[in-house]
Structure formats: C-alpha cells, structure tokens
C-alpha cells in the first residue's frame, strides 16, 4: 500500500473539492482505485502506487481550478482525468486562465472549458472563417454565438447573422400553421435561446427590431452580400456543397463566419453529399480558413453525454469492421 499526500492552503478548497456528501471526492476514489482522506491541512491518498500518483496529480489540477474560482463538477473530474491519462495535465492552467469571452444577460461569464474549445475560440478570433466540426454538446454554437455577441458589443460588427438549413422540415413544411417565418422558427430555436442567454429576451427583441441580428434559414441568404457581419451556420452538416457554396460566398468586408457542424447527425436525403465534409476538403489548406476539431472529451453537457456519445462511436467502429 503506497501513500501519497497533498497539501492545502484553505477549507475552502478542501470543501469545493470534496463536493456535497463527499460527491466529487468518491468519483476520485472509483476512477482511480485509491482511499481519500482529509487531515487537517492536508488530503492522504492510499492505493496502488500508479493509482496514488495520478489521483494525486489530478487533485493537484482541480485544487488549480478550485483557486480560479470554478465549481467542482463531474465533467471538471473526468476531462482532468483524461489529461492526467495523456500527460498533459500541465495545460489545465491555460484552460483556467483563458480570457472570458463575453458576460452572459444572468452574469455568468463564458469561457472555454477545455483546450479543445479553447483552440476552437483561438481559430475564430485568428481567421476571417471557421469551420467547427464536433458531436453535440461540445459548445460549437454556444461559443461562436459569444464571440459574436461580444464583437457586436465591442462595435467589431453592426450585425450578426446566425443561419442554418430547415432540412429536417422537408416537405412537411407547407403543412406547418402560420406563415414562413413561424414554420421555420422551431428549426432554428436552438440559435434564439443562445442569443437569449447571451443578450436576455428584451434586448434581443430590440436588436432583432433593429435589424442588428437576424436569425433566418439558409435559404434567406441566397443573393446576398454580408459586409460588417459576424455569420454563424449552424447544423451545417445537412447543407449540400451547393448551399456550403452559396453561404461561404455570401461573405462581404470586415466579416467574419463560423460554420458548425456534426458529420455524425447528417439528415440529407440518400444520395445527398454533406456539404461541411465537402468543405472541409475543398478548404482545409486555404489561408484565413481554420478547421477546428472538436471531440467528445470537450463535451460540457450532462456527463451521461459524454458517455453516449462513446457508446454511439464503439457501435460505430463495430460497423464498420462488420463491413
């Protein structure tokens, strides 16, 4: 039996990382295979050898997230975890110490939360377009639509424009009630509530009136030129290249444009190429143009996400060596 101990500077820090009922400190012990103890100043860690060091590097991580102010979470656990597995732990500081990219209409400020999504937020601010390409809950839209907001704040822009295509509708549109604005509006409700986060109901409907931000279906972009705009394209992965086309080149001066998107969750028609995966060969070695990778380790959802999203990839690799 080897032991190992960490030393604390506050109670405070032994309580965030412990978590209510000893939460936080009993995910610890599971993953790790080790006994986790508190000793005055102190936190005793017993088990295996390997275990006892890497359960103590990872405490180290989280007692340097603790000291920047953030809450214990199990998806803080997990993600440090897998980069005491890859021996990157060292990096959590430029995770804690990435700039907050804009304060949402509740005070809550929106940051990266992982060097995925920070590399992410890094690519957008760097080049004039971003193709982000991740499963869900990776904050692909969540941050480009802070990062939009805060460069329309900071008079950047006078205009954001966040899109994506109403191809899961299909010819069940026309049976929707009301007129095309309100067919299409559930469609793009996931890019209304990220702008009610960021900007509070009321001042959303006040820059909307404006004409500052337009939320609209792909379609409505046909034969445009955006010029001082910041452009989100979300769902992209159910473009054609044709759209993919059509929407890049609607770019105008001092614009910039995120295009998001999961090739996981595709819902063309068979036959249908996916526009975001023709784009992201067309354009991967083209200047100004990042591609940014997203993976399930960057998801900041529930935890059991994170956990689906593996399962669906195993099946996945199943599949394909079946095929």
Do not use: W
């Not at 006892?52 to 007692?63: G, K, P, S, T, W």
């Not at 060292?90 to 929106?110: L, Q, W, Y």
């Not at 955006?226 to 929407?247: V, Y």
């Amino acid at each position: 039996m080897f032991e190992q101990s960490v030393d604390i500077e506050r109670i405070e820090q032994i309580v965030n990382l412990f978590g209510n009922f000893d939460v936080n400190i009993k995910r610890l012990e599971k993953k790790y295979n080790v006994s986790i103890t508190s000793h005055g100043s102190q936190i005793k860690i017993k088990g295996e050898t390997e275990n006892v060091m890497n359960a103590a590097r990872a405490i180290d991580c989280l007692l340097v997230m603790i000291n920047k102010g953030e809450q214990i979470t199990d998806q803080n656990i997990d993600y440090v975890a897998a980069l005491v597995e890859d021996g990157s732990e060292n990096k959590i500081r430029s995770i804690v110490d990435a700039d907050c990219i804009c304060i949402t209409s509740k005070g809550k400020p929106v940051k990266p939360k992982t060097l995925g999504q920070k590399q992410y937020v890094e690519a957008i601010k760097k080049n004039t377009v971003t193709i982000a390409v991740g499963p869900a809950g990776t904050g692909k839209t969540y941050l480009a639509v802070a990062l939009a907001v805060n460069a329309f704040r900071a008079k950047q822009v006078n205009r954001i424009v966040l899109t994506r295509p109403a191809v899961e509708a299909g010819e069940k549109l026309g049976f929707l009630p009301g007129d095309l604005q309100q067919k299409v509006d559930p469609y793009l409700r996931p890019l209304y509530d990220a702008l009610f986060d960021m900007l509070g109901a009321e001042n959303f409907q006040k820059c909307q009136e404006r004409g500052d931000i337009e939320v609209a279906p792909l379609a409505y972009m046909r034969g445009r030129t955006l010029d001082d705009s910041f452009i989100i394209l979300d769902e992209a992965q159910n473009t054609t290249g044709e759209q993919m086309k059509m929407f890049l080149t609607r770019l105008g001066f001092n614009s910039k444009a995120v295009v998001t998107g999961d090739v996981t969750q595709i819902d063309l028609p068979d036959g249908k190429k996916s526009g975001l995966k023709e784009a992201v060969r067309i354009l991967k070695n083209v200047d100004d143009i990042a591609i940014s990778y997203l993976t399930g380790r960057d998801v900041v959802r529930h935890r059991l996400v994170q956990e689906i999203i593996k399962a669906y990839e195993r099946n996945g690799d199943k599949n394909e060596r079946k095929g």
